[in-house]
Structure formats: structure tokens, C-alpha cells
């Protein structure tokens, strides 16, 4: 394939010639439109140097590469395991380059790419989608009435409601000669009339507004009246009781405008009602229907039959610091992003089975996320245990998700590879187990990291006395005394 078609180019972005198939022209077209969102971890190196993202989140080819070098591989800047890139560094920034030396080329690994619209790093059909759809203004109001319990044919329903249904008024508009008829009260069948102002609708609103406490509008639109009921509480949220009741309310009106018309049924005003209760207290038996859906109105369930059994009250739980079995040591590190400043700090400790200090660190981070700032301080703390020779290492983290990639050998996002690579590659150096702590018994890792994200440099120091605060900490640990977590329901 590369013989055949990749003649104009090392890494098929030249194009497809007037010769080429038909197939070949749309897939090339394809994939200059792709080509920004791959991006590669080096394993053997046969990616192109130039051409390929690989280290930068776009090609080194922005850089002019030197005459005649344009097409070579990463392999061929990798020789006895050491980077030559006296032929480049003129060309290429200072910070690209230091980052180059953080990579290695190993001939029994592939090169993998990576797609930069997912977190994990492989490729979805969904993410692809997002990308390539266009994606309008999001209405606030259309955000309330999609949810797990709300019935489908409703949330369309209303979705319906709020753009285009066949009321008389609406079909009439269409240029179709009728007589428009509304079977709750002899007039003109609109919308508004219909859902709204209808004397045989008006009093189900009424009522169920009374009781909780909504202002209605005197006139107004469909949209103004849900967005009465929407904003009319402190908690309201998707899935309240206040986002779900007014949907079900115009729901029933429907129903029974429809069996008045299509069945020759009476209009009831309480059969609205009694239906919109029955409907509340079926979620309720089918379990969906939570003590968090009524917040803030929760004297209100019993009108529906709605009987919630009080919650048990779970006291603190005790978190503690273990200390290692003998010969082990035990590394606790911990990383911080804050977003809004992009600042980034991480920090660990490493202690031995008598609760000695053998090392403490922390250091500034340029992370892109949390999870990244993670990954970054734990293949600092390897690193540094690789260095100074230790063997085996007991390995404590807060962070979850870090511990489920590592765990799983997770090859990882664009971000986050070359350091998880890194990871790994310390790994083998050791005798290791890596365990989750909550971050109540990690609060040594944490102060670690509040000086890394105010600090210019690494860090790496065994003496405690200009850390009178972290000393007391490390004390707090020795002495098996607890930490409290408190868990709320």
C-alpha cells in the first residue's frame, strides 16, 4: 500500500493523484481531514520524525526540517539508545526537545496511534460523530425533560409540544379548512388555550400549583409556564419533582383531549389529576422515584402515596495510616490541577517499615488535567525509588482511576501515554502493590502537594526542619492516630 500510493509522501498527506482509484481519492480526502485528530506513541520508531504527531499536539514539520530529511523515521534520531539530535536542534524549540528526551524507542514495541477525541485514547464512533456534527445553542428548558424515568414517548412528546403539534389552530395554519372545536370548553382549539387557559384545564394547574408554591404567569407560552415551575425551587434539578410533574400534567391533558375527540369520552378535569398521581406513585412503587427527586418538598409525598422509610445516619469512618510490613517501603503520592489558574503541583513521601522518612519530594507540573497531574507525581516518586535502589515498594494513592489504568497496563490518552509508559517501565524494577487510600489518610502527599504547586523546582529532602507543619503530619501517622471521613447520603 505504502509503494503503491504513499509515493508522494511519507505519511499519505500528499494527496491522491488524478490515477488513483476512486476509493483511494475518498480515503484520502478522509484522511486529510483525520490526520490533526491521530496522534502516536512511539514504540519502534517506524513513524515518520516530521510528519506524524507524535510529541507536540501538532507535526514537527511546522519547523522546516533540514533538505532531504523530510521522510525519515524516529528510529533514525534513536542510535544505542540515545537520542542524536545535533542535526535538528537548531531547528526545533528547547522545550520540544527536553521532551523528546523523556521518550524512548524500544525495537519490541509497535507504535500505537491514538485518537485525541477520547480519554482512553481509542477510537468511537460516538466521539467521531460529535465531531464532525453541528451542535446548536442548548435550550435550557429542553435539558429538563430528558431523563431515566421519564417515559420516552413523553419527553418526545413535550419535545413536540414545545416546536410543532397538530392542534386545530396549527392545522388551520396549514391552509386545511376546519372547524376548530375544543372538547374541555366550546372554543377555538390553540395551543395555548388548549394546555393553558382552558376552563376545564386551569384548575388542575391551579391546584397543583397551590401546593407547591409556583406562580404561574397570567398569560404567556407553554415555555414560560414550564419555566415557571422549573426555577420555582432551590433544588430544583433534572429528575425533581418540579421538572417531572408539569410534563406529566400536560401529558394527561393531551390523553384526554384525545379520548374526548377519538372515543367520544367526556372531558374530566380530575381524571388529569388522578392520573397524574397514579403516574407519580408507579415510579415510586418501580423504585425511581428517590428521597433526593423530592428535596425540598418532601412533605409533599404523601399526597401521592409516596411513604419513604427515614435514611440511617452513617457516623465519620476512621481513616488510617498503615505502616509497611518489614523490608518494605511504602510511597504515598498525590497531584493537584487546579483549572482555573493551570496550576499543577504534586508531592510524595517514602517511609520504611519503622515509619522512618527515607525521602519526601514535590515539584511544579505542567499537567493538562488531574488524571494527568496524577500520573506525572507517581512516575516522579518511581523514578526517584529507582534511583536510590529500592526494591520493594508498597504504593498509596487517592486517586482511583489512576490505580484502575495502571492495574490494567491501560495504554491511556495522548496525554497521559509516555507517562504511564514510564510507569510501567519503573515498575519492573520492583516488587510493588498498589492500593487505594482515601485522601483523609493521605493528607502527608496532600501538603506535598500544596508546596509543589508554589514551588519553582523539584524538590527531594529527608530533613524535616523547615517543615514544621509536614512533621506533624508524618508524627500523626506514626502515632496510628485516626482520620475522619464523613459520608453523606
Known amino acids: 500500500m505504502n509503494c503503491k500510493y504513499g509515493y508522494n509522501s511519507a505519511s499519505f498527506s500528499g494527496g491522491a493523484s488524478i490515477h488513483d482509484s476512486p476509493i483511494w481519492k475518498r480515503l484520502s480526502k478522509a484522511g486529510r481531514a483525520c490526520e490533526d485528530l491521530i496522534r502516536w506513541k512511539v514504540g519502534c520508531g517506524k513513524i515518520n520524525f516530521w510528519h506524524d504527531i507524535w510529541v507536540d499536539d501538532s507535526a514537527l514539520s511546522r519547523y522546516s526540517p533540514p533538505i532531504g530529511e523530510s521522510h525519515l523515521p524516529v528510529s533514525f534520531y534513536w542510535r544505542s539508545n540515545v537520542w542524536y539530535l545535533d542535526q535538528v536542534r537548531s531547528k526545533i524549540p528547547n522545550d520540544i526537545i527536553n521532551s523528546l528526551y523523556l521518550i524512548d524507542v524500544c525495537s519490541t514495541r509497535v507504535d500505537h496511534p491514538l485518537s485525541s477525541l477520547t480519554a482512553h485514547g481509542g477510537f468511537t464512533m460516538y466521539s467521531a460523530r460529535n465531531r464532525v456534527r453541528q451542535v446548536s445553542v442548548r435550550q435550557l428548558i429542553f435539558s429538563k425533560i430528558w431523563h431515566a424515568f421519564i417515559p420516552l414517548k413523553i419527553s418526545f412528546f413535550i419535545w413536540r409540544l414545545l416546536n410543532d403539534i397538530p392542534v386545530d389552530t396549527r392545522i388551520q395554519g396549514k391552509g386545511i379548512c376546519m372547524v376548530s372545536k375544543c372538547y374541555g370548553f366550546n372554543d377555538i382549539e390553540s395551543l395555548e388555550h388548549l394546555f393553558l387557559f382552558c376552563p376545564s384545564v386551569s384548575p388542575v394547574w391551579n391546584f397543583f400549583a397551590a401546593m407547591f ?8 407560552s407553554i415555555r414560560h409556564w414550564l419555566s415557571a415551575w422549573f426555577f420555582s425551587g432551590d433544588y430544583v434539578s433534572a429528575g425533581h419533582i418540579r421538572t417531572i410533574f408539569p410534563l406529566f400534567v400536560l401529558w394527561f391533558i393531551w390523553l384526554e383531549r384525545n379520548d374526548a375527540k377519538h372515543r367520544n369520552m367526556s372531558f374530566y378535569t380530575d381524571r388529569i389529576c388522578w392520573k397524574c398521581q397514579g403516574k407519580i406513585f408507579q415510579l ?18 404523601s399526597f401521592f402515596w409516596c411513604h419513604y422509610v427515614l435514611e440511617q445516619v452513617y457516623s465519620p469512618k476512621m481513616v488510617r495510616w498503615i505502616k509497611p510490613k518489614e523490608q518494605c517501603f511504602k510511597l504515598n503520592v498525590d497531584g493537584s490541577f487546579q483549572g482555573n489558574s493551570v496550576v499543577a503541583g504534586g508531592g510524595g513521601i517514602l517511609r520504611d517499615w519503622h515509619d522512618n522518612v527515607s525521602f519526601f519530594f514535590f515539584l511544579p507540573l505542567k499537567a493538562k488535567s488531574a488524571l494527568h497531574a496524577e500520573i506525572q507525581t507517581l512516575y516522579h516518586g518511581l523514578n526517584i525509588c529507582k534511583d536510590r535502589g529500592i526494591g520493594r515498594v508498597w504504593i498509596e494513592m487517592d486517586a482511583l482511576s489512576v490505580i484502575n489504568l495502571v492495574q490494567n497496563r491501560c495504554i491511556g490518552s495522548w496525554d497521559v501515554c509516555y507517562s504511564l509508559q514510564g510507569i510501567y517501565d519503573c515498575l519492573n524494577f520492583f516488587q510493588f502493590h498498589l492500593t487505594h487510600i482515601y485522601r483523609e489518610g493521605n493528607q502527608v502527599a496532600d501538603h506535598l502537594v500544596v508546596l509543589g504547586s508554589q514551588a519553582t523546582n523539584l524538590h527531594i529532602g529527608s530533613s524535616l526542619d523547615d517543615f514544621p507543619s509536614l512533621r506533624g503530619l508524618i508524627r500523626t501517622d506514626k502515632l496510628n492516630l485516626p482520620y475522619f471521613r464523613h459520608a453523606f447520603i
Do not use: E, I
Open 213 to 220: 408554591s409556583v406562580s404561574l404567569p397570567v398569560d404567556g
Open 284 to 301: 415510586f412503587q418501580a423504585g425511581l422515584l428517590k428521597r433526593r427527586n423530592w428535596k425540598g418538598d418532601m412533605k409533599l409525598a
